[in-house]
């Protein structure tokens, strides 16, 4: 898919306001945020890889391919949970893969009303899910939805690249995270972008 079509003016932004941001950016030329699979795929695999390795997820995720006809929200929905679970899901990730699924087909979560829904509001529908959280969320409104302003602090990789770049790789304090909230806005998800290219200069994508 195509770039987001802020990309261009968040990068050039962010560039001139945080020499940080500037340098890592002049790295990473060609490379962009990018959406791909569909809403409800993209949160099946983030539930599918919970505290797995990529690998497992990976061969997980293939073996459920195979086993539905369409791997979708009705498929998971009539699927067998214990045939799901032959499929390497720990019965737990059963549980939230059928809430998942119910979620979608009783339209509690529409992805055509998600385009006028707030950063916020749309948090608030997915964490109504079993297995979702915050985190997930995050990463569901940057990765697939694109939204140019998301902060998550609670990720990891976000912690230790800011931490190495503006505080010598010590923890920032609340007085430091707010200079840089401020800084970033209303560029948040680009800056978090680059911060992890700050680390692994391949792109991430969830």
């Given at each position: 898919?195509?770039?987001?079509?802020?990309?261009?003016?968040?990068?050039?932004?962010?560039?001139?306001r945080?020499?940080?941001?500037?340098?890592?950016?002049?790295?990473c030329?060609?490379?962009?945020l990018?959406?791909?699979?569909?809403?409800?795929?993209?949160?099946?695999?983030?539930?599918?890889?919970?505290?797995?390795?990529?690998?497992?997820?990976?061969?997980v995720?293939?073996?459920?391919?195979?086993?539905?006809?369409?791997?979708?929200p009705?498929?998971?929905?009539?699927?067998?949970?214990d045939?799901l679970?032959a499929?390497?899901?720990?019965?737990?990730?059963v549980?939230?893969?059928k809430?998942?699924?119910?979620?979608?087909?009783?339209?509690?979560?529409?992805?055509?009303?998600?385009?006028?829904k707030?950063d916020?509001?749309?948090i608030?529908?997915?964490?109504?899910?079993?297995?979702?959280?915050?985190?997930t969320a995050?990463?569901f409104?940057?990765f697939?939805?694109m939204?140019?302003?998301?902060?998550?602090l609670?990720?990891?990789?976000?912690q230790r690249?800011?931490?190495?770049?503006?505080?010598g790789?010590?923890?920032l304090?609340?007085?430091?995270?707010?200079?840089?909230?401020?800084?970033?806005?209303?560029?948040?998800?680009v800056?978090?972008?680059?911060?992890?290219?700050?680390?692994d200069?391949i792109p991430v994508?969830y």
């Amino acid at each position: 898919m195509t770039p987001p079509a802020y990309w261009k003016r968040a990068t050039r932004e962010l560039s001139a306001r945080d020499p940080v941001i500037g340098r890592i950016a002049a790295t990473c030329k060609g490379l962009t945020l990018r959406s791909r699979g569909d809403a409800f795929s993209t949160l099946a695999r983030s539930i599918v890889g919970q505290q797995i390795s990529v690998k497992a997820a990976d061969s997980v995720w293939t073996k459920l391919a195979g086993a539905l006809p369409v791997l979708d929200p009705q498929g998971i929905a009539r699927h067998d949970s214990d045939a799901l679970r032959a499929c390497g899901l720990s019965r737990s990730k059963v549980v939230y893969l059928k809430d998942l699924a119910r979620h979608f087909t009783d339209g509690h979560l529409d992805p055509a009303r998600w385009p006028q829904k707030s950063d916020d509001e749309l948090i608030v529908e997915l964490t109504a899910v079993h297995g979702i959280g915050r985190w997930t969320a995050e990463m569901f409104l940057i990765f697939y939805m694109m939204r140019p302003d998301v902060f998550p602090l609670g990720d990891l990789g976000l912690q230790r690249a800011m931490s190495l770049h503006y505080n010598g790789g010590r923890a920032l304090g609340p007085r430091k995270i707010a200079t840089l909230d401020k800084l970033w806005r209303p560029w948040r998800s680009v800056a978090t972008w680059y911060m992890w290219r700050g680390l692994d200069p391949i792109p991430v994508e969830y």
